[in-house]
């Protein structure tokens, strides 16, 4: 008898703890001066300590545990129908699990999603949109683009872990990031052909606070895909603020390929955003400005990924990675990567 009861109270302990971890979780939603204090007291400190214990396996644990999850319940739902387990109760414990990881997930990262804006956060005004403005940043940025070019043809990842790590420990007080530990390196990602295939770059295992990059990644976009990957390890769940941390730590270095891969990481933006705003007369003129070195690297890119995109896994990944941004506090979804322009105008006028 009492060890029912024991049974009773364990598991209404459990469900209190979980109730609790959800309040706490809904209401740094809310209110994004919990979320800033969040980013910036607690996330470190779970950020230390995941990152240490993950820093120690080659692998990434938090893809083992993502897939081997789904394995599990898919598993535990074939054992509950061969032994006729109650529909309510299979369910159930399905569901509590899913809530665990649910809590798991915005406890130990998500929720630097809910911190306070990058323009309230920094007290950069906010910049409205100029023409005249766009067109001087444009200038600017084809020129450096230009000027930067240089053949990549392999790449040192030590020198690009080490010229990383120096420039977020540069800017991270500046923009409230986490300073990045000496210990911290990317993961393989453990099913890369699937990745390429949806055309994933890298990106960051929140359970473990991990970050993955794709080992089919060329060598001009490693180092900009490893300061952008490494910006979301430091409390940075915004795309567009991880595409400029990328950029300005790399765009800062003294090796010509790391400073070159940060001006053609942002070519696809820049072109997007050209076509958008301006005429497309004054597109086509400004594309002839771009050197035909670039052109040529530009599309060969292109190229590259395209081979072993596939369409059909690609749309779906796209379709649910925009719905996840939208429903994390991120409005305009998979747009938000393009809105590093924005946010760099705004630094440069500051």
């Known amino acids: 008898m009492m060890k029912g009861i024991d049974w009773i109270k364990k598991i209404r302990i459990r469900w209190v703890v979980l109730v609790v971890c959800l309040a706490f979780v809904w209401t740094v939603m809310a209110l994004p001066a919990w979320g800033e204090w969040y980013a910036r007291r607690i ?61 798991w997930f915005y406890m130990v990262w998500g929720l630097n999603y809910f911190r306070e804006n990058f323009f309230v956060r920094t007290q950069i005004p906010y910049v409205d949109y100029s023409e005249d403005d766009f067109r001087s940043f444009l200038s600017a940025y084809t020129d450096s683009l230009n000027a930067s070019f240089t053949p990549v043809e392999k790449i040192d990842h030590a020198v690009v872990a080490e010229e990383v790590k120096n420039g977020y420990q540069e800017i991270a007080g500046r923009f409230g990031l986490v300073p ?10 453990l099913i890369p052909s699937l990745m390429s295939g949806v055309g994933v770059l890298g990106y960051i295992g929140p359970f473990f606070t991990e970050y993955n990059l794709n080992p089919d990644l060329l060598p001009v976009q490693y180092p900009f895909t490893y300061a952008h990957e490494m910006a979301h390890v430091l409390g940075i769940s915004s795309e567009a603020e991880a595409n400029l941390y990328g950029f300005l730590v790399c765009s800062r270095s003294e090796v010509p390929e790391i400073r070159f891969s940060a ?34 690297a530009y599309n060969d890119k292109v190229a590259y990924w395209q081979g072993v995109y596939s369409p059909v896994i690609g749309d779906i990944q796209d379709t649910l990675y925009n719905w996840f941004l939208k429903s994390n506090n991120i409005p305009s979804g998979r747009k938000n990567y393009s809105e590093v322009i924005a946010l760099l105008m705004a630094l440069n006028t500051k």
């Open 43 to 103: 996330y470190p400190f779970f950020s230390i300590v995941l990152s240490r214990v993950s820093s120690f396996f080659p692998f990434s644990v938090g893809d083992c545990f993502i897939y081997g999850s789904i394995a599990g319940l898919v598993v535990y739902l074939i054992y509950a129908i061969a032994k006729r387990r109650s529909w309510k109760k299979t369910v159930g414990r399905m569901a509590e699990y899913l809530l665990w990881v649910y809590v």
């Open 180 to 189: 990045p530990a000496a210990y911290l390196h990317p993961k393989p990602m």
């Open 263 to 296: 001006y053609f990481a942002l070519l696809p933006y820049v072109l997007g955003n050209v076509y958008q705003l301006l005429p497309e007369e004054e597109f086509e003129q400004w594309k002839e400005t771009i050197s035909p070195e670039i052109k040529k």
